[in-house]
């Protein structure tokens, strides 16, 4: 067997590339050249769930709502990281055990961390 590969192996990759490249470029000109061109008042607004909008979309929203979001995302994403462990986890033997316990506890950490600086309090 061949272990050693030539670049006529990646022609496939580079087809599927460039015919998912012109299907793009094709797509973007046909529904420009196509698509409608008059401009009203009525196409112009906003328009969210058929309800009319009302006053100032720039309206701030409170910290916390972003500070939730961006704990969960980041809890989201270390749990992801527990997968391969979960699928490996015959093959990785005791130490592959010693760093998952290793990680939870730093998940932790960084969980009572957040809770002890009330960071998911929602009450003001």
């Known amino acids: 067997m061949n272990s050693v590969s030539s670049p006529l192996d990646f022609l496939p990759i580079l087809l599927m590339f460039l015919v998912a490249l012109g299907f793009v470029v094709t797509t973007m000109v046909a529904s420009h050249a196509l698509g409608p061109k008059k401009k009203s008042k009525t196409k112009l607004d906003v328009f969210e769930c058929g309800?009319?909008?009302?006053?100032?979309?720039?309206?701030?929203?409170?910290?916390?709502?972003?500070?939730?979001?961006?704990?969960?995302?980041?809890?989201?994403?270390?749990?992801?990281?527990?997968?391969?462990?979960?699928?490996?986890?015959?093959?990785?033997?005791?130490?592959?055990?010693?760093?998952?316990?290793?990680?939870?506890?730093?998940?932790?950490?960084?969980?009572?961390?957040?809770?002890?600086?009330?960071?998911?309090?929602?009450?003001e």
Request: glycine letters at 6%; hydrophobic letters at 65%; a neutral charge.
């Open 51 to 123: 309800i009319e909008a009302q006053g100032n979309a720039r309206v701030p929203f409170a910290i916390k709502y972003f500070l939730v979001a961006i704990i969960f995302v980041l809890f989201d994403v270390e749990v992801i990281f527990m997968y391969p462990w979960a699928v490996n986890f015959k093959e990785l033997g005791v130490l592959g055990v010693v760093e998952v316990f290793t990680f939870v506890i730093l998940l932790l950490v960084g969980f009572y961390y957040m809770l002890a600086k009330k960071a998911i309090k929602h009450e």
